[in-house]
């Protein structure tokens, strides 16, 4: 018998004795962990398993002179998506490689009380190819799911360590050889579909115990010979078994220690985020107060027609409740207000609080309040409540839906006149800021740190003036030394020339006018400094009818670059810009995006992007972005994609309010693809107070 299979039937045994001394144990929790690649799974290898739907789990994991920091969101309950940043120390003839990369895992089928669960994935399949792998795998749970074993075949980097020939040579003899690895930096970025479950094969398996509630043991078989790391860096890799234990501090962290290839020791942790748990799930909003019998309406005296005492007390009581009114009016039985809602991201509660406090301050002769919400003063949808519905059903079991089927939502093209003393109107702030730069090959992570003033003047209802400034008080963005190399109009890659401007900096001075074409449309008019690097005027037309999943835009714009060097001058780079945009609510909280048209760099092509948005505003997204660049054109990375993150401030902190702490990550920034950044693009603005988006969040209602 050859020699390496006695090798791989002695690893094998030993897997089995180890497999049989865990079924004597005993212990309490599901054995299903996140491997050092951030990903379901043992130690390195990959498992059959998925972690809770909609959570995002941060893992790092130390080796000596190799970092990986992995992100990792379950996309759906079956598929789920890693991002990567990874630090090798000395890779590079003693240069250490800084790569950055993205996975996909999918499981194919569930477990059964008969069949293991199965999946499929692809690893590091659009960065440098340092990962690359490819992979098939299946998992069974046993002992009430205390013990998981699991086994597969890998491709790439899974098929190095006690490979054999392609098995799915027999289709194809395409599948029997696997291309070379990247080693041009300008063809990183790019799906190697040519090398998706190609070349040689190998296969690995392991067993995840769940001791105790808090420690879980694994030991695998790994297919990963570390080729790479071993001849550049010195790794020593003795054998395919590894070993690992993790240890749950928390709920939410993990602390882990392994062994690699029976000589390199690591230690790393992993962060579970739920979006779905907020740190204080039931809100620290202030109570409505409850809904006064109509008798005691009755008995205040308090008479219709009586404009001006009305409209006193409900703006009073309003702005108790953190909502603003514009505009009152009443006809019959009707009392009509326009309100603008600055505290409550969900729409549903901010309409159930502003019609139980009309019913608790306006005359009992009025039967029905008609409610139109406003952003930036544009009217955009219209609620009407029955008086005898909101008694009705305050205390009834069912009462957020049906409160939903009895209220009647409408278009509201048109508003009500706004009240004397409604406008202007002056909003400022002074807030801390930070702003980032990630991954450049100097020090991965540069921030500033500043001050902030923000200064928004709304003239009339639809027209403002904005104005963001702000000054760094310290950090590292002016300390990137790297020049663009970039073939194309520098839109973007010049961004640390910006970063180098001392003294107060003029983000945004905008002068922006929202209206209503017509029903189903809205219309918005922008003129000045959008962002740090581009001003202009900008126009956009988005319909978008009340109720529908459906919107679509339009938007054009002119605009010149901004002088790195001055406050408000202008380069010579002008360029004509925009998009048509499709815009669709899947359902279940999915959002995709499509916008096509023309980019900075005066490139046409389109940005796809696909979000899943939970019910308390937390968003976890992705994109990309093709044009008429090539490839090579554009450079490293080779096109622009990116995930995006934005967590609402009452998420953190339980207060409502409409802020959000957003980021987006991109591996690399260049010139291609790029887009101005414009802080109130229309279907954002108005998406919250469509119908279709309200049904969602109605539960709040009564909050």
Known sequence: ?????????????????????????????????????????????????ATRDGTLSWTTSLLPDHTRNSLHFQITPRLSGVFRYSILRGYDQNEDRFDRSFDVHYLMREESAQFPALAIGLRDFGGTGLFASEYLVASKHFLDSRLTVSGGIGWGRLGSFGRFSNPLGVIDDRFDTRPGPIRDINETGRVSFNHFFRGDAALFGGIEYQASERLRLAVEYSSDAYTEEVKRMGFEHRTPLNFGLDYRATKNLTFKAFVIGGAQAGFGLTYVIDPRAPQFPGGIERNTPALMPQADIVALGWKAGDIDSSRSRLSRALKVQGLDLESYAESDTTARVVLANPTYPNIAEALGRAARVMANTLPAALSTFEITLAVEGMPTSSSTFRRADLHTLETAWDGSWQSFVRADIADAPTRLAPDAGSYPRLNWALTPYYSTEFFDPDNPLRIDFGAQASLHYTLAPGVSLTAVVRQKAFGTLDQSTRLSDSVLPHVRSDAALYDKFSGPRISILTADYLFRPASALYGRLSAGYFEAMFAGVSGELLWYPQGSRLALGAELNYLGQRDPESRLGLTDYRVASGHLSAYYDFGQGYRGEIDAGRYLAKDWGATISFDREFDNGFRVGAFFTLTDVSFDDFGEGSFDKGIRLSIPISWLSGEPGRGALSQTVRPIQRDGGARVEIANRLYEQVRGTNESEMQNQWGKFWR
């Open 1 to 49: 018998m050859p020699e390496t299979v006695k090798s791989h039937l002695r690893y094998m045994c030993f897997l089995c004795c180890w497999t049989a001394a865990a079924i004597a144990l005993s212990a309490g929790a599901q054995a299903d962990g996140i491997s050092s690649y951030g990903t379901p799974g043992l130690i390195d290898m990959p498992s059959a398993t």
